[in-house]
């Protein structure tokens, strides 16, 4: 048994209560549904999770970047109660209601491109993708979108082609969407790409008088928490001024916080046309958005976009309280505040293991990059995963990342303490060193 002071592993995992739930779970729910961790959530509060045997763990995932404000934020726990006592559904285009026209104002107000915005909303990141580019194409007349190497976008027909890594995104759902181009991307860490190139690769693939929209996470996510050189994004930029079409930012994992700014594009002098947002916008609740300038948000006709759930009353109050947390509680700050401490942890574990090729983030987006040798920089994907799990045994939940999945990030909530930070960085230090030990 180990006991400390958030955490506590009191059963083998699973426990005898989450065996027998997980033993359920194989047999009724499909199995392409792999869960990451070894136990059944029974409750929940700020970065801690207790599973139904009474084991406690940090939360480093953040439900996979959803929970920014914590889990149960007591605002947000409040106004979906007071959300129930009113009304669950009608569909916005059937009879509208005002918690989405509130957020729809709330989120163009935090949204820094100049002049009118617009907003509309959706159910996931996928969709809010999806249908940025068909605001895109509908604005531009053209059909070409331009995406990026170590690029997540989703799982739809659309967005898995967007999105780069092959295995498991895209293993056995081919023939994928037509029209859409890669581009190389600066992996600073492990590949130099000049602006010349990329022009140089956008005219070798497309004519660019028929692109539509280009889409580009402005700090990668799923790829590997990889932050851009401060000229690429205005790179970007100029090239969409130069060849006539849309510039569109996914912020979905980056947005609401996550890098210390409301966006990660305003870390780079520079503003879209279009910007994708989901994840901790509603706390967790299925809620995504595009928003971006009016005049290219109002070029789809009437009823083009849209869905039965999409923007439902829950999610928008919810999200409502997500962005007051964030400018009242001052959780912008709290977000540099902790991943300045995870990043000087991170460091810390690569002046002591040579495992450690890369440590790199913005704000509480921050990550560690293993190889087998610096030198060579070959992915140390088992390593990687050995330690995810040793550590997540021992009470703390780190994801891992990246198209070799050699990567260990962090989703963290901003409400995290920094004592909840020592103790899961402390966790992880450990288990770098039994993991090492035996390799």
């Keep these: 048994m180990v006991e400390r002071k958030s955490t506590r592993i009191q059963t083998a995992l699973p426990g005898p209560k989450s065996a027998a739930v997980l033993a359920r779970k194989a047999k009724y729910v499909a199995a392409p549904l792999e869960a990451y961790a070894p136990f059944v959530i029974r409750s929940s509060e700020g970065a801690i999770i207790e599973d139904l045997d009474g084991n406690r763990f940090i939360d480093f995932t953040g439900g996979w970047g959803c929970l920014a404000v914590g889990q149960r934020h007591a605002r947000i726990v409040k106004a979906l109660r007071d959300q129930m006592d ?18 729809a104002e709330l989120l163009c107000k935090h949204t820094a ?6 907003a509309a909303f959706f159910n996931s990141g996928a969709e809010a993708i999806e249908n940025a580019v068909k605001i895109a194409r509908a604005y531009t007349k053209r059909k070409s979108v331009l995406v990026f190497e170590n690029a997540f976008h989703g799982r739809t027909l659309l967005t898995m082609t967007m999105t780069h890594k092959a295995k498991p995104y895209k293993t056995g759902f081919g023939p994928f969407a037509s029209d859409v181009y890669r581009l190389p991307y600066p992996y600073e860490y492990r590949k130099h790409v000049t602006p010349e190139e990329i022009e140089s690769s956008l005219l070798s693939l497309v004519d660019p008088t028929e692109v539509a929209v280009m889409v580009v996470e402005p ?11 401060a000229w690429f994004l205005p790179f970007l930029r100029a090239l969409a001024d130069k060849y006539g079409f849309v510039l569109a930012f996914d912020e979905v994992q980056s947005g609401i916080g996550r890098t210390g700014k409301f966006f990660a594009f305003e870390h780079f002098a520079v503003e879209p046309d279009l910007v994708c947002v989901a994840k901790s916008l509603a706390s967790g609740l299925p809620l995504s958005g595009v928003v971006g300038r009016a005049k290219i948000m109002d070029a789809p006709i009437p009823s083009a976009i849209g869905g039965t759930y999409a923007g439902n009353p829950l999610a928008c109050r919810a999200a409502i309280e997500v962005i007051h947390i964030l400018d009242e509680e ?10 300045n401490r995870i990043k000087a942890r991170f460091q810390r574990l690569a002046d002591r293991f040579d495992v450690v090729g890369d440590v790199r983030g913005l704000g509480a987006m921050v990550a560690i ?19 995810a799990q040793t550590a997540l045994a021992n009470g703390a939940i780190f994801p891992t990342a990246g198209l070799q999945g050699n990567v260990l990030r962090v989703l963290v909530s901003f409400v995290i303490t920094d004592q909840q930070i020592d103790e899961g960085m402390d966790i992880l ?11």
């Design 86 to 103: 009113d009304f669950l559904h009608t569909d916005f285009t059937a009879v509208p209601y005002a918690p989405l026209v509130d957020l």
């Design 429 to 439: 230090e450990d288990a770098f060193a039994e993991v090492l030990s035996k390799a």
């Design 330 to 339: 001052d959780l912008l700050s709290r977000a540099t505040h902790v991943g």
């Design 369 to 387: 990059e293993l190889v087998k040798d610096r030198v060579t920089k070959e992915p140390a994907k088992e390593i990687a995963g050995r330690i």
């Design 113 to 118: 491109i100049a002049g009118e915005k617009k």
């Design 219 to 229: 700090v990668i996510g799923e790829g590997g928490f990889l932050v851009p050189p």
